[in-house]
């Protein structure tokens, strides 16, 4: 129910008037890894610090001259360095607009920044930010409970994302962001080697956050869009993560954050739906550089200069696309070869976040002499398919009718068997072909008629079957996939001993055989 | 380990369930089991094959003798192919059709056939005119009663239930008289034996025209000490005429000795008659199903 509605309110800054971060911005980066003595140390706070600087940098145009990164930094330095850029954007503002932006990550409560064993109460730096005589004051906090933040007094807090911020930043005033709401934990994610909320964050400066394709990344279209990627991110997890907003302005207008098109040694790639993209590092199993999902259909992405790896996680399938990035070049993932990856093949790599694919195949079947004098018989084989991260189980449904005339043509018979089975087995995946092997087991219904003049009651028999099974697959189109498997097998079953034409006694039997079959299956 | 053994003997107990599956050779469930043998004929007949065509060729006209052997009825699907000279199990699955069943004037209906050897020249498994006999069974029919026959239409001179049979086709056409019989006599009619006071004063019978394994308590007539039992049935041998008194029976279930002893319709005696005998011979003729006495009349009883 929120997204039309936050779509709208972004959809409707197309129409405002859009103000760059002046010249004269200043980045303040804070960062501490080490909180309180009873915290658990944080991995990627100085991380999240030093990207957001970058990003602001690369993409917003900063000058690194004013750029200050704060790692493992104390409360008191915190202090000095705010007042101290204070004092220096005032004697050197002379009337031109100036902005101040400060970034923090690390560990928080609902009163205080703790920043190894240090502390620097909230209030203290609002009013720090607030007091500063930039124009433009943007206060980011990743940290638990940052909510608190826009609770201050002075900023009005926005209850829900929904709320219509249409640009009243742009000239003159404070913005708050926030990574979680008051009384919720921040989370840092191994994989993407930051914290969710700093991830969404600068991925949104590199340009996924670009919602109405001009290039531009205005304050409220990154908020749009690391809301709802930190959001999306922490629903895998045990808690969720809401962003908060909060406002104290004067003045119309946007307030653009970052112009990726403008980057220094980046150069952007143009991707193509509107889904997830991972960018790995080098290769596959890289270090995770961004997981975006872009806002829009063929979004820009501005990155470094490299070579990367990237994902596109579709609906029906992966696309894995090596790039290499130039500076200042722009390449588009649509003209890029890749390799397409199936969900069941990932499943079984155990590299998608679905656990599981399901699927329905269809078999015409043949198998080797089961009862002496019995020819193989034409077989249909049906069934569904689960493909898991370890194996594929397989439930089968088989039918199969056998006929023959007896001795000398004197008693025409049919033998029909329904079987109900289970298949398991593990996959192999190549880049042509999937190749599977494993175990299967049925219980088969057998029924024998006889017809003509002879007295030959029916026969009703229930019975077993195992037997080994290898199989191959090879994509078609879709989710459909050509399927061929055989292998040997056991049946088990009582059979008549015959002597002279008529049966003289029975004994369990367990013949050895073959069978094989191909056909369709489909993955839902 | 433990899912897998749990499959396997799931597995086995669903193997036991229901009817046994019958392989390819199934014929289906046989009304009689011929078992005999051929033996050659002397001297031997140096046929071309090893096997030939055995198979039931009835008599549309009952027990009265035939002409000549085209007048017999094969039913193919009831023939087999059997080595020769050599022993047999012959299984039975088909009833003759109407065409070679004998109509009585009253309704009721046999068949009447006998066992013969053919060299199957063009391998069609059916006789053709031309196609050589070569064997035939010198003692033994078969007999199938689709409804209960009285013993006035049965040709058997007994009343004969519905079923397959192997019957003896020896027996003397006139029924000779049977003197009355009304003694206990002590002699175990039937039993085992190998010598004569095995049988408490009767005769061991070990070896006629038929084997008989084991031994056969009877008592000759005319009996020794006079006395003829009243359970008894008075069987004659016309090959050899002789005469003895044996068990009698009128169903297959009172007799309890097994193969080859069962109830032989003809005599109403147990006798060893279900072991099928054929004899190979150049020249085969038809028979008749009964047989004159010898002329002297000899063997005949008093």
Known sequence: MRRPLWLFAVACLVCAPAWALPEQTWVVAISNNRGEANELALLYADRDAQQFAQAMQVNGGVSPLRTVVMSAAKAEEVRDTILALNARIRETAEGKPTALVIFYSGHADAQSLHLAGSRLRLEELEAMVRGSAATVRLLVIDSCRSGTVTRVKGVRPAPEFEMNVQGEVATEGMAIITSSAAGEWSQESDELRGSFFTHHLVNALRGAADQNEDGRITLAEAYAYTYAQTLRSSGRTAALQHPTYAYDVKGKGELVLANPETGGKTGRLRLVESTTYIVSEEHEGGPVLAEVTPAREAATLALPEGKYFIQERLPTEYREYDVNVAAGGELSLAALPYRRIRYDQLVRKRGAEQTSVHGLFLLGAGRGEVLPGERGSPQVLAGYSLDLPWFTLQARLRGATASGLGPEGQLPRRHDELGVGLALQRFVDFSAFSLGFGLLTEAVLHQQTFSGTRDAPTRDALGGGFGGLISIERHLVGGLALHVEGGPMTLVFREAQVREFAVQGDSLASPFTWWAAGGLIWRL | ?302
Not at chain 2, 159 to 166: E, K, T
Not at chain 2, 263 to 283: F, K, N
């Open chain 2, 1 to 302: 380990m433990a899912a897998v053994r749990g499959a396997l003997f799931a597995l086995l107990l669903l193997a036991g369930c229901g009817d046994a599956l019958v392989p390819g050779d199934y014929g289906g469930e046989k009304k009689l089991l011929l078992r005999g043998k051929i033996d050659d004929a002397t001297p031997a007949l140096l046929l071309p094959t090893e096997v030939v065509r055995t198979g039931i060729f009835w008599n549309p006209r009952g027990v009265e003798t035939p002409q000549a052997l085209t007048e017999l009825i094969e039913q193919p699907s009831n023939s087999r192919y059997t080595k020769y000279p050599g022993g047999f199990e012959w299984s039975l699955f088909d009833e003759p059709e109407p065409s070679q069943r004998f109509q009585m004037p009253n309704g009721g209906q046999y068949a009447f056939g006998v066992p013969l050897a053919y060299v199957d020249a063009n391998s069609n498994r059916r006789w053709d005119p031309g196609e050589q006999f070569v064997a035939d069974s010198p003692i033994s029919a078969v007999l199938f009663v689709p409804a209960p026959l009285s013993a006035e239409d049965s040709p058997t001179g007994h009343s004969v239930d519905p079923g397959y049979y192997v019957i003896l086709n020896d027996r003397p056409c006139s029924a000779p008289p049977q003197p009355p019989a009304e003694g206990d006599c002590g002699v175990p009619l039937g039993a085992r034996c190998d010598v004569d006071r095995d049988c408490n004063g009767g005769e061991c019978i070990l070896g006629t025209l038929l084997p008989w394994p084991g031994g056969y308590c009877a008592i000759p007539e005319p009996p020794p000490n006079g006395c003829r039992p009243r359970q008894g049935a008075l069987v004659s041998d016309p090959p050899t005429g002789k005469t003895w008194w044996m068990q009698a029976c009128q169903h297959p279930s009172d007799c309890t000795r097994g193969f080859p002893y069962q109830c032989e319709l003809t005599r109403g005696a147990c006798l060893p008659s279900a072991h099928v005998t054929m004899v190979g011979s150049r020249d085969i003729q038809p028979k008749s199903f009964c047989q004159a006495p010898p002329p002297d009349g000899s063997g005949s009883p008093p």
